[in-house]
């Protein structure tokens, strides 16, 4: 796996930069932007809006955590039940981890020590992260996981771009995703690619 670099994004908030490649985690206009519009705003809230009392969330692409941070912060205090799945085939090490600035970006949240349990827990067994809030991290590709149930009533499709993996970004893969959904569930990506939008519709998503 290549290496990543530090990157500040445009709201001042980290992202990671695979060495040798143009690739990032996050938009480069701002991480913690992003994070907040595609997935806590269109996503989770949406979802929440609905009347779900117990969301059940995978993340297709753990990486920093962040996303996974934002949905615990957006959730404290609402009193929901809420199971998170975070897939990630390549985890970040200790080193740089550590040096992401999150928790100075979030302050007077716990940002913090949640971010810090988020990443100190072990892979592969649930953990309640803060009251009503139980990660499970995965350590798979997408295409080696299987589950079984709870189905997701919530996707945050968080791959890289379909031209560093394309495999991902297949209607073989959305029907998989889809497949692991309860009915009226809802899926959400940063990609906007004409490819993409295509892909999910193919596979009985409506886009």
């Known amino acids: 796996m290549v290496g990543h670099e530090i990157v500040i994004t445009g709201d001042g908030s980290h992202t990671l930069k ?30 929440l809006g609905r009347g779900v009392a117990g969301p059940v969330i995978l993340e297709v692409g753990f990486g920093t955590g962040l996303n996974a941070l934002l949905t615990m912060l957006d959730l404290d205090g609402k009193k929901l039940d809420t199971s998170y799945f975070g897939l990630e085939a390549h985890p970040l090490d200790e080193a740089c981890r550590k040096k992401l600035n999150y928790p100075e970006m979030l302050p007077g949240s716990g940002a913090g020590e949640y971010f810090d349990r988020l990443h100190r827990c072990t892979w592969g067994e649930p953990h309640e992260i803060a009251p009503g809030f139980t990660l499970h991290k995965v350590h798979a590709s997408l295409q080696d996981y299987r589950h079984h ?38 899926l959400v990506t940063y990609s906007s690619k004409g490819s993409v939008k295509r892909a999910l519709k193919a596979s009985g998503f409506e886009v």
């Open 18 to 47: 695979l060495r040798g490649t143009d690739e990032h985690f996050h938009s480069t206009f701002g991480a913690l932007t992003e994070s907040r519009h595609v997935f806590i705003n269109a996503g989770l809230r949406e979802l």
């Open 149 to 186: 149930a709870p189905l997701f009533n919530l996707v945050y499709f968080d791959a890289f771009s379909p031209l560093v993996q394309p495999e991902l970004w297949t209607s073989g893969i959305f029907l998989k995703v889809s497949d692991m959904m309860a009915v009226g569930g809802i």
